[in-house]
């Protein structure tokens, strides 16, 4: 069974701070998607990265997905409240409609 | 509107009960999935068919029946319930095929509570 670990698994920081969640995995996946959830909602989601080393923006929002396909990363600068949520990084394998998540990565940013 | 939609979204039901939760979706997508988040919002797939057909069944007690009328709809029967079946369920859709990545849409879940 393929595992998606997620670091930190909490993280609570003040407006204004940086901030860098990982994904990892020892599996090698064909693309990885980043999702928020927020409470009493679905997964909503945020990027698609299907190339190793591949770099995507979103506003402040920065999404790596690893050289060798098996991490990724999400960086958030200058945080705000609104970024309060659970962040779950999912992979996918060639010819597998199976999408995997991660164990998540609940973000609290505190005014 | 609302893209993918399942009811009900709240259910507190008793053990040994036999329930259905409801989904469809109005994106024209091919492909529909049930998920499970546990406590610890870990999210993990069920089932997921592809026009109607079964195209995954991952290691899911044999209480749990999916059914899907049209690609528009999968709707999930669990008889028998047990304590352990409180969770979320969300219904999902995406175009297949799914291994390059594309969108997959979340329902906004369903909360069952066995007590």
């Known amino acids: 069974t393929q595992l998606l670990e997620q670091s930190p698994q909490f993280l609570s920081i003040q407006e204004g701070e940086n901030l860098t969640v990982y994904c990892n995995s020892s599996?090698?996946?064909?693309?990885l998607q980043w999702y928020r959830q927020e409470p009493g909602e679905g997964p909503v989601l945020l990027v698609t990265v299907v190339t190793g080393g591949e770099v995507k923006k979103l506003k402040r929002l920065t999404f790596q997905f690893g050289d060798a396909r098996k991490d990724s990363s999400l960086h958030i600068t200058a945080a705000q409240t609104g970024d309060t949520g659970l962040y779950l990084c999912a992979g996918t394998n060639f010819g597998n409609e199976k999408l995997t998540f991660g164990t998540g990565t609940r973000l609290t940013i505190i005014p | 509107d609302t893209a993918v939609s399942q009811t009900p979204k709240y259910l507190v039901t008793q053990m040994g009960n036999d329930k259905s939760i409801k989904c469809e979706q109005n994106?024209?997508?091919?492909?529909m999935y049930w998920y499970k988040q546990d406590s610890k919002k870990f999210l993990k797939i069920m089932f997921s068919y592809n026009n109607k057909e079964l195209i995954i069944n991952e290691t899911v007690p044999n209480r749990f029946s999916p059914k899907s009328p049209d690609k528009a709809h999968l709707n999930l029967h669990i008889n028998s319930l047990e304590l352990g079946d409180s969770a979320v369920y969300f219904c999902a859709s995406s175009q297949a095929p799914r291994d390059r990545g594309n969108t997959i849409y979340f329902g906004e879940g369903s909360w069952l509570t066995v007590v």
């Open positions: 599996s090698v996946f064909s693309s």
């Open positions: 994106l024209g997508h091919d492909t």
